[in-house]
């Protein structure tokens, strides 16, 4: 698999973030510095979030991914679009009800001109370990299955 990665674009507060590769944990702070520097935006009007290079995708991403959602019904009044190519990816979307969060769509997306990576930002032990309990805990608010699914690991988080 190939290391994942972060890239992004926006143009008149259109934001669009590109997950390459196997998307681990160790992004979790990229993602979450970037997704607060698009809500700082004066000109934030919508998200897209573009999975179809994805690999794979660990369920802290995923639950910095659901946060995201959440943010922008809350904030803004609309659910940002994901797209999926991979049908083992769809599948895991679907098992963590992000149908609810995010309108999904299981196609390529338009492809920005501007697209660029994110330098990877890297943080104390301690601060992703509170991303990674931060993120699953959303992923845990979002069903009884997906709490029962984290249980084990969040008890092993907080207590470890």
Request: aromatic share 6%; proline share 3%.
């Amino acid at each position: 698999m190939q290391e994942g990665k972060i890239l992004a674009a926006s143009h008149n507060g259109a934001y669009v973030i590109r997950m390459v590769g196997d998307v681990r944990l160790t992004l979790c702070t990229t993602i979450d510095e970037y997704i607060q520097k698009m809500f700082a935006d004066p000109q934030f009007a919508s998200v897209w979030v573009d999975l179809c290079d994805a690999e794979g995708i660990d369920s802290t991403t995923l639950g910095l991914l659901a946060k995201l959602a959440l943010q922008v019904e809350e904030r803004f009044g609309f659910k940002p679009a994901i797209y999926s190519c991979e049908p083992g990816i769809n599948r895991l979307l679907r098992s963590m009800g992000f149908q609810h969060l995010f309108e999904l769509h299981e196609e390529a997306c338009a492809n920005p001109e501007e697209i660029r990576e994110i330098p990877q930002i890297e943080d104390s032990e301690a601060a992703v370990k509170e991303k990674v309990i931060e993120a699953h805990r959303v992923l845990m608010g979002l069903s009884e299955e997906n709490r029962v699914r984290f249980k084990d690991l969040m008890s092993a988080l907080e207590h470890g």
